[in-house]
């Protein structure tokens, strides 16, 4: 946090611990249900979720809501909205590092952009892209993952940079920080701005589909 109490976005490469970033206590999320006839009044809620823990993300999906913590590993719970006066925690999913933008993206698929983070140190590790299966959310899974670990995304801070294609199965995520090899022909040999990385999103996993860049800048 900044001093005014402002969330600091992550730096990658800063050689600062993500666990570091804010003070955590003893705190947990709570999904509160409102309803919306009149006063807003509270009709349901779960608490006790990622004890210690910031939520990072959540996206509601067919009357389930998924929602992300994060200390130093990645809690991806899945909560059954179906009686809005008692949601009932379905399960939930551990992994290193945490995703702060979730997005459907096919039949029982999530895609999360957000962070790595070494698990025993808290180090940020750079820009994680991860495909989950969630079509049982009492059995969710992390299908694949692509870490590029000098990079940053716009989408871990606005939704709106984020671009899904149905029709191609295709991700289309904003990147800076990244380059690809000097025999690429397509980023710099060095810190890029301005660039993409489109991916493809199935069941059998993530493909790197494309890298483009518009304004490479090698001396940034």
């Known amino acids: 946090l900044d001093g005014t109490g402002t969330p600091m976005p992550i730096e990658p490469g800063d050689g600062m611990a993500i666990e570091d970033r804010a003070a955590f206590g003893a705190s947990s999320a709570r999904l509160t249900v409102l309803d919306t006839d009149g006063a807003l009044d509270e009709i349901g809620h779960l608490d006790g979720m990622g004890i210690g823990e910031q939520v990072q993300s959540v996206r509601f999906l067919d009357g389930v809501a998924y929602v992300v913590t994060f200390r130093q590993t990645d809690p991806l719970y899945a909560i059954d909205l179906s009686d809005p006066r008692a949601p009932q925690l379905l399960g939930q999913l551990k992994?290193?590092?945490?995703?702060?933008?979730?997005?459907?993206?096919?039949?029982g698929l999530l895609l999360g952009v957000g962070r790595q983070v070494d698990p025993d140190t808290g180090m940020d590790e750079g820009l994680k892209i991860s495909l989950f299966d969630v079509a049982d959310p009492a059995r969710m899974t992390e299908i694949d993952q692509i870490v590029?670990?000098?990079?940053?995304?716009?989408?871990?801070?606005?939704?709106?940079?984020?671009?899904?294609?149905?029709?191609?199965?295709?991700a289309v995520i904003p990147v800076e920080g990244f380059c690809g090899t000097p025999t690429s022909g397509v980023f710099c040999d060095g810190p890029t701005r301005?660039?993409?990385?489109?991916?493809?999103?199935?069941?059998?996993?993530?493909?790197?589909?494309g890298r483009f860049s518009h304004e490479p800048s090698p001396g940034w």
């Open 95 to 107: 992994i290193p590092g945490f995703s702060e933008y979730l997005h459907p993206v096919g039949d």
């Open 148 to 170: 590029l670990p000098t990079a940053s995304s716009e989408v871990s801070f606005d939704h709106r940079a984020f671009l899904w294609d149905p029709t191609r199965s295709h």
């Open 194 to 209: 301005g660039a993409a990385l489109a991916v493809g999103a199935t069941h059998g996993g993530l493909t790197e589909v």
